[in-house]
């Protein structure tokens, strides 16, 4: 049966991983592939890089990051940020991505999409979506979460996989950083409408949360950054957690 | 030993490239017919679309090169497509070298979302490839069309119903998931290949 996946996402400026993270006794702790490595040791079955500075200069330092992932690690992994064009997919990709996540970019243009979809496969597109919960409504923003579009999050994730996303990303916003569980209610309806899998972002802050975001949210992934960066959760003490509550897991 | 990773217009071969470096072997990426023959195990990797794939190999001689090898060759994901007879993806003829078509993954129910994206288990693991260990290990797939069990099946797994996660015949050695990207258990089946 295939399995509910645990996804780290790494955020990273100039080639280092930038929250915080306090492992002890653990060396090269802001090394964004050693601590890729780590997460994939632990049982992680993919990885995020997010290119947070994606600047002219800090592109070809994270391109070189990317190639470096590549080599070392054996599980799979996306890269996003700053991804506007598909020379810049191209650059990825031939750097040894598996996957690419587009956000703004394909708001902004949506045929992005089709584009990416046609040249290399649905199944390396990633849309990931950033919402907001207002006046009753998912609403999409751009860069990051600081421009609204006031475009509706389940119209948006229903035309980006009509134009051949591969998987949805979507990012609570109104739950991102509170650390009191994933929107689950928001992740179910975009899992019982979609035919494509959909990732959760944005809310973890216990081992509850993941089994929620996945029994109730329905989500076929969940993604999550702090937890994991600051120890309070291991992946492997988390996955058996999960084992235990009936999720299928990769152990 | 000199190991070859056939080359076209696909995506992302280089990960073959990384995972053949970590296991000890500096393969050559190349779509030259005399290195593919004189090679002694060659990789067909794939990601990508059948048709235009397929398209390729033709303009470039590769169809008949790849057809004509008799050293271990494993083909990976549309790799493995590509080696059967026809695809739906595109409706496409193909290598003919396994004697089944490929077909698209159809939904029964909401939960099944296509592409097949993650880790699923192996079952049924026979043939060179695989050794005891890796029955019931999991793999990484992404893909959306699929090879049915045939004479060839060389392992199955479950998604939607079973199908063929792997095949063998002769010299030809396929898999529908991707060991470079499988983990340790995928590393266990790539150093089996390499030992064939």
């Given at each position: 049966?295939?399995?509910?996946?645990?996804?780290?996402?790494?955020?990273?400026?100039?080639?280092?991983?930038?929250?915080?993270?306090?492992?002890?006794?653990?060396?090269?702790?802001?090394?964004?592939?050693?601590?890729?490595?780590?997460?994939?040791?632990?049982?992680?079955?993919?990885?995020?890089?997010?290119?947070?500075?994606?600047?002219?200069?800090?592109?070809?330092?994270?391109?070189?990051?990317?190639?470096?992932?590549?080599?070392?690690?054996?599980?799979?992994?996306?890269?996003?940020?700053?991804?506007?064009?598909?020379?810049?997919?191209?650059?990825?990709?031939?750097?040894?991505?598996?996957?690419?996540?587009?956000?703004?970019?394909?708001?902004?243009?949506?045929?992005?999409?089709?584009?990416?979809?046609?040249?290399?496969?649905?199944?390396?597109?990633?849309?990931?979506?950033?919402?907001?919960?207002?006046?009753?409504?998912?609403?999409?923003?751009?860069?990051?979460?600081?421009?609204?579009?006031?475009?509706?999050?389940?119209?948006?994730?229903?035309?980006?996989?009509?134009?051949?996303?591969?998987?949805?990303?979507?990012?609570?916003?109104?739950?991102?950083?509170?650390?009191?569980?994933?929107?689950?209610?928001?992740?179910?309806?975009?899992?019982?409408?979609?035919?494509?899998?959909?990732?959760?972002?944005?809310?973890?802050?216990?081992?509850?949360?993941?089994?929620?975001?996945?029994?109730?949210?329905?989500?076929?992934?969940?993604?999550?950054?702090?937890?994991?960066?600051?120890?309070?959760?291991?992946?492997?003490?988390?996955?058996?957690?999960?084992?235990?509550?009936?999720?299928?897991?990769?152990? | 030993?000199?190991?070859?990773?056939?080359?076209?217009?696909?995506?992302?071969?280089?990960?073959?490239?990384?995972?053949?470096?970590?296991?000890g072997v500096t393969p050559v990426v190349t779509d030259d017919a005399g290195e593919l023959l004189t090679a002694?195990?060659?990789?067909?990797?794939?990601?990508?679309?059948?048709?235009?794939?397929?398209?390729?190999?033709?303009?470039?001689?590769?169809?008949?090169?790849?057809?004509?090898?008799?050293?271990?060759?494993?083909?990976?994901?549309?790799?493995?497509?590509?080696?059967?007879?026809?695809?739906?993806?595109?409706?496409?003829?193909?290598?003919?070298?396994?004697?089944?078509?490929?077909?698209?993954?159809?939904?029964?129910?909401?939960?099944?979302?296509?592409?097949?994206?993650?880790?699923?288990?192996?079952?049924?693991?026979?043939?060179?490839?695989?050794?005891?260990?890796?029955?019931?290990?999991?793999?990484?797939?992404?893909?959306?069309?699929?090879?049915?069990?045939?004479?060839?099946?060389?392992?199955?797994?479950?998604?939607?119903?079973?199908?063929?996660?792997?095949?063998?015949?002769?010299?030809?050695?396929?898999?529908?998931?991707?060991?470079?990207?499988?983990?340790?258990?995928?590393?266990?089946?790539?150093?089996?290949?390499?030992?064939?």
């Amino acid at each position: 049966m295939l399995a509910k996946r645990i996804i780290p996402c790494l955020d990273v400026m100039d080639g280092v991983t930038v929250k915080g993270v306090n492992f002890i006794n653990f060396r090269d702790a802001g090394d964004a592939v050693e601590l890729g490595d780590r997460y994939s040791r632990e049982g992680a079955d993919e990885l995020v890089y997010l290119d947070i500075a994606a600047s002219h200069e800090g592109r070809k330092t994270f391109t070189d990051l990317v190639k470096n992932v590549a080599a070392r690690l054996n599980i799979p992994f996306t890269v996003g940020g700053g991804i506007n064009e598909m020379s810049d997919v191209d650059r990825l990709l031939n750097a040894g991505a598996d996957k690419v996540s587009v956000n703004s970019a394909a708001l902004r243009r949506p045929q992005l999409i089709e584009e990416i979809a046609a040249g290399f496969g649905s199944q390396v597109c990633v849309v990931a979506i950033d919402a907001n919960y207002e006046d009753g409504r998912w609403l999409c923003y751009l860069n990051g979460g600081r421009i609204p579009t006031g475009r509706d999050l389940f119209q948006w994730a229903a035309e980006a996989e009509e134009r051949g996303a591969g998987e949805i990303l979507f990012t609570s916003m109104t739950h991102d950083g509170v650390r009191g569980g994933y929107a689950n209610e928001a992740l179910s309806t975009l899992s019982e409408t979609l035919r494509i899998p959909v990732i959760a972002s944005g809310g973890a802050g216990t081992k509850e949360h993941f089994r929620d975001a996945f029994l109730r949210g329905k989500a076929d992934a969940a993604l999550a950054a702090g937890v994991f960066h600051f120890g309070e959760i291991s992946v492997g003490d988390l996955k058996a957690y999960l084992a235990q509550e009936g999720v299928n897991v990769r152990t | 030993m000199k190991v070859a990773i056939v080359k076209y217009n696909a995506g992302n071969i280089y990960s073959v490239d990384y995972a053949l470096r970590r296991l000890g072997v500096t393969p050559v990426v190349t779509d030259d017919a005399g290195e593919l023959l004189t090679a002694d195990k060659v990789i067909f990797p794939g990601v990508g679309e059948a048709h235009t794939t397929m398209r390729y190999l033709k303009e470039h001689g590769l169809e008949d090169v790849i057809r004509s090898l008799r050293q271990p060759l494993l083909g990976i994901c549309l790799g493995m497509q590509l080696m059967c007879r026809y695809s739906e993806e595109g409706g496409v003829d193909c290598l003919g070298i396994f004697d089944v078509d490929v077909k698209r993954f159809i939904p029964r129910k909401q939960a099944d979302k296509v592409p097949h994206t993650g880790w699923n288990t192996l079952t049924s693991v026979r043939g060179g490839l695989f050794d005891a260990a890796q029955e019931g290990r999991f793999v990484y797939f992404v893909h959306s069309y699929y090879v049915p069990e045939n004479v060839s099946t060389a392992a199955v797994t479950d998604y939607i119903h079973p199908f063929s996660a792997a095949l063998h015949k002769d010299n030809f050695y396929a898999t529908q998931f991707h060991p470079e990207k499988s983990g340790d258990t995928g590393e266990a089946i790539l150093k089996n290949f390499l030992k064939l």
